[in-house]
């Protein structure tokens, strides 16, 4: 692992958190405390899981130690936070907010269920944005939100191959950085059309 890959690794980290940021704040007016708190939730979570990997990596490009714990952290937290996040934005859009109802989290302990829980919240997650988005008229952000998760699914793929290989590595981080570098115009177009006031 090298210095530049474990620092270029934090970019979609970054990236990543203004993106939620600007969700957040544009979906608080809408949406129910519980859906709300249930997406706002999963995408801290998301940022968390990133930032651990991004650590471990850094931890090991300057040979300070591997602690991998760091690194099994990552799967299954950025599956529940997907999944936690798809479940907020899709209850926002589907049922009426005046309802403050909730979902409860349900752990789940093998990976193939992390697998499937993985591609349903990042696909409800990027669903859910691209619906709100043509709501707004912004059929644009909507395509690109559609790219991005297009861009997600295939970090998926990546990550199943040979990360040791220097090589696919830079690929696999430079679609993860492409992917949401489209995440964050998306929701800044949203955020500048006035995504605070809109309403479902």
Partial sequence: MSVPMALFDLIPVILFLL?????????????????????????????????????????VAFDICEYTVL??????????GFMMAALGLCSMLLFSQKEKAAFAA???????????????????????????AFRMKKRLAGVLLIVYLAAMLGMGYLSSRDFSDPGMNWIGEGVNVFGQLLLLISVRSLDKAGLEKFEL
């Avoid at 993985?118 to 696909?123: S, V």
């Fill in 71 to 80: 690194n099994d952290a990552f799967f299954p937290m950025q599956t529940t």
């Fill in 106 to 132: 349900v752990p789940f302990t093998s990976k193939m269920p992390f697998v499937a829980l993985l591609i349903l919240g990042t696909a409800g997650f990027s669903i859910s944005l691209c619906v709100l």
């Fill in 19 to 59: 993106s939620s940021l600007i969700i957040m704040r544009g979906i608080y007016h809408m949406a129910s405390k519980g859906a709300f708190a249930l997406a706002s939730g999963g995408m801290i979570v998301i940022f968390i899981a990133g930032t651990l990997k991004a650590l471990y990596k850094l931890l």
